[in-house]
Structure formats: C-alpha cells, structure tokens
C-alpha cells in the first residue's frame, strides 16, 4: 500500500480536462513539494510537475499541478490521445530517518 | 547534455545478489550538487524509490529496503552503483538510475532502465 493514494483510474474524450488527486499526510505533501511524473510503456518517467506547480521546459501549460494542505491535484486540459498514460505523484516524506515517497499511480485512459 | 545509463546482471536466481551501474555522461557527477537515485518500477507495484546518495557521498535507503541495500559512488569512473541482496521474485522490476535536482524527489533525468528478473 503507498503512502500517497492516487484513484487507480482516470478517462476522459479529447479535448476535455481530466484531474488526477492524490493524497498524503502532514510528513510528505503537508510540508514538502509534490512532483508528478507520466510513464509511458516502455520508456522511462517523465517529469511533468516540480514543486507542486512548475512545469520543466517542454511540458505544455495546458498540463498544471495544485497543492492545498496535504493533498496535491494534476490536471490536464485539451486530452489528447498521446495522454493516455500512467501518471505517478511523488514527495519526500520526512517520517522516520526520511524517504521518497510515489503515490500508487493512475492509469489515464483517453476514450 | 547529461545522459544516465544502467548496466549490469538481469537474470539473477532467488538469494543472489542484484549488482547495477548508473554511468553519468555529458559532465561530472561531482558537480551541480545533485543527489543520484535509485527507482524501481513493476506493474503490481508501481513506481518504488530505492534510494539516493548525494554529492557528499551519504546514502539515503528506503527503510522497507536498507537492510539489503548500499547505493555507492565512484567519482574516477563517473558512476554510481545499486547492490541489493538476497533477492527474491518480488525484487523482479525495472530498475532505473536518476539525477534529483533537489533531493527532493525532483528527478528530471533518468535513464532507459535495466529490467531485471528473479527467478529460480
């Protein structure tokens, strides 16, 4: 079971705008930043979201990330079919001697 | 440009030990100040965060592993090194070598991954 809970599936048509949720407690999202990743089979992960809301160079805006307390939200706007994906929230948990965290990912499915 | 690359055993048996290298090419692994990562993927699993070891050269483990693991450095060969013990078919995964920008679980390189399976 991860520290993080994601919902296991998400699915939208092209052009609608999907969210995915993912939530923690005060020792990981509650006090650190959150970043998300999209893992496409086959291929290594991508880092879409750093620090709750900052998106790399590359990553269209129509992709944003949102943080309140201890739960984190992604969100992409205009699916498109490429979309289809895993998509994996992450955060440092500072319990114990300290860790990584991943939430248990959420399978993006665009109809 | 900055480009990781995993090698090292694949097919191991139950009890073995998994040994895997991360090589950083396109600079050096001493600089920027970056904690090198280890993360591991399966389909029943997700996404799994081994561990890192930083610039400094202390380690960090995920406490459901750290009695079977030592991540480690060497800084003439420009590499970084996974050694997990006393495998099981549980341990089979994709493993993947990535660059943490801040420690922070922000990896924003990674390399294409080593699949590695356990099996008697």
């Known amino acids: 079971q991860s520290v993080l809970t994601q919902p296991p599936s998400v699915s939208g048509t092209p052009g609608q705008r999907v969210t995915i949720s993912c939530s923690g407690d005060t020792s990981n999202i509650g006090s650190n930043p959150v970043n998300w990743y999209q893992l496409l089979p086959g291929t290594a992960p991508k880092l879409l979201i750093h620090n709750d809301n900052r998106r790399p160079a590359g990553v269209p805006d129509r992709i944003s990330g949102s943080k309140s307390g201890t739960s984190a939200s992604l969100a992409i706007s205009g699916l498109q079919p490429d979309d289809e994906a895993d998509y994996y929230c992450a955060a440092w948990d500072d319990s114990l001697t300290g860790q990584g965290v991943f939430g248990g990912g959420t399978k993006l499915t665009v109809l | 440009q900055l480009q990781l690359q995993e090698s090292g055993s694949g097919l191991l048996k139950p009890s073995e030990t998994l040994s895997l290298t991360c090589t950083v090419s396109?600079?050096?692994?001493?600089?920027?100040?970056?904690?090198w990562t280890w993360i591991r993927h399966s389909p029943g699993r997700g996404l799994e965060w081994i561990g890192y070891?930083?610039?400094?050269?202390?380690?960090d483990y995920n406490p459901s592993l750290k009695s079977r693991v030592t991540i480690s450095v060497d800084r003439s060969k420009n590499q970084f090194s996974l050694k997990l013990q006393s495998l099981t078919a549980a341990d089979t995964a994709m493993y993947f070598c990535?660059?943490?920008?801040?420690?922070?679980?922000?990896?924003?390189?990674w390399g294409p991954g080593k699949m590695v399976i356990v099996s008697a």
């Open positions: 396109g600079g050096s692994i001493t600089s920027g100040g970056f904690s």
């Open positions: 070891i930083s610039q400094s050269g202390t380690a």
């Open positions: 990535a660059k943490d920008q801040n420690g922070l679980i922000r990896l924003d390189l």
